[in-house]
């Protein structure tokens, strides 16, 4: 399977047009790149309070089926990414407050040896109730959009078809 390609130029390029350019990746890799998928969806993505977050799942949900109707893989797994992006954030928000996992973000140092450190200095908890519902209302519907028949049907054609 290939890697999710970070090197292409996301603003140039229209997935829908071109979609043996997408790559799935792992997890939700590219889900704030892919264009025109991120202006459609991003928009609807909220988890503030679980009555936005049943909102913003279902909403994201049905644009999948909408995907899905239209044989449009990428749209579909664009959603699914936003789906599960919506369960991780609201995770993390749930166990931090303030939405910071580590005291100094991993991402931003440079050698592994600093990064590896870093993901050891995790804050202390502070759960919020509220947003660890908002997470399983997310990860309800991420997880019927990843297990979809239809969705994985389409999935195994496009790494058939682009991935392999």
Do not use: C
């Not at 390029?13 to 979609?19: K, M, T």
């Not at 009555?51 to 699914?80: H, N, P, T």
């Not at 996992?101 to 931003?108: G, H, L, V």
């Amino acid at each position: 399977m290939k890697q999710f390609d970070y090197n292409q130029d996301f603003k140039a390029i229209d997935f829908r047009e071109h979609p043996q350019l997408y790559r799935v990746g792992k997890g939700e890799q590219g889900v704030l790149l892919v264009e025109p998928y991120k202006g459609e969806i991003l928009p609807f993505w909220r988890f503030k309070t679980p009555e936005i977050a049943a909102e913003s799942s279902s909403k994201i949900y049905s644009l999948f089926l909408e995907y899905l109707d239209r044989q449009d893989f990428v749209g579909a797994d664009m959603a699914r990414k936003f789906l599960q992006m919506g369960y991780t954030r609201s995770r993390r928000y749930a166990n931090h407050k303030s939405g910071k996992k580590y005291q100094q973000n991993p991402q931003n140092l440079h050698s592994v040896e600093a990064q590896t450190a870093a993901r050891k200095n995790i804050l202390p908890l502070a759960p919020d109730l509220e947003k660890a519902e908002s997470a399983t209302i997310f990860k309800e519907k991420w997880m019927l959009a990843k297990n979809h028949p239809k969705y994985l049907q389409l999935l195994a054609r496009h790494k058939q078809m682009y991935e392999s």
